[in-house]
């Protein structure tokens, strides 16, 4: 069964459908709330592209730390697994910080998580906003956290190059690739985190 849940300003989405893969299950989670999210909803989408890795917002906290407690069906499978979920998070910062707040919290009333990034996942855009950073300066700011797993991403993995520029038959592809990587986890239950393209 598959399970996709999104999240969005203030709004929680959730829908199922059927087959990704007998015995998997999938949540999908939007980030929360991000400093550019703000810019471009108040109409000032230039100023918004051109920060590059926005932060979430304060609003986009609290967002990803309300995820489990909102959505029933997450909260049942975190609590019920007999083994640890692992959490699959694009490397941008409002990803990874959307993740670690959301299942790496004091009030967590889940066994703990794995996390493990995939640079596959990242946002699409060749602007700013949609650009993370280096793998140094990611592990510089979330390397403390020594359940997250950075060796699947390559030192230039922020790029859009190659299989990473915006064009439909590469989003298609990185898609493909991405969803074989998926199936192929050991996992029972997988939750990615990730951006609404």
Request: aromatic share 6%; hydrophobic share 30%.
């Amino acid at each position: 069964r598959h399970v996709a849940l999104g999240l969005r300003g203030s709004r929680h989405v959730a829908t199922t459908s059927s087959g990704l893969a007998e015995g998997k299950r999938v949540f999908m989670i939007r980030h929360g709330q991000s400093q550019h999210n703000v810019l471009f909803e108040s109409g000032r989408k230039e100023e918004g592209r051109k920060l590059l890795d926005p932060s979430l917002t304060d609003l986009g906290f609290s967002q990803a730390k309300a995820i489990v407690g909102k959505n029933e069906r997450l909260r049942e499978v975190l609590q019920s697994t007999s083994s640890s979920p692992v959490v699959v998070v694009s490397p941008l910062r409002r990803t990874l910080q959307t993740a670690l707040n959301a299942f790496k919290h004091e009030e967590a009333q889940h066994e703990p998580v794995f996390f493990v990034c995939n640079s596959d996942i990242q946002e699409t855009g060749e602007i700013n906003c949609d650009t993370g950073r280096s793998k140094t300066e990611v592990i510089e700011e979330f390397g403390h956290h020594d359940d997250v797993d950075f060796s699947h991403l390559r030192e230039d993995w922020h790029l859009k190059e190659g299989d990473y520029r915006d064009q439909g038959p590469l989003l298609t592809k990185r898609f493909q690739k991405f969803t074989k990587w998926l199936l192929d986890r050991p996992e029972d239950t997988l939750i990615v985190v990730a951006h609404h393209n």
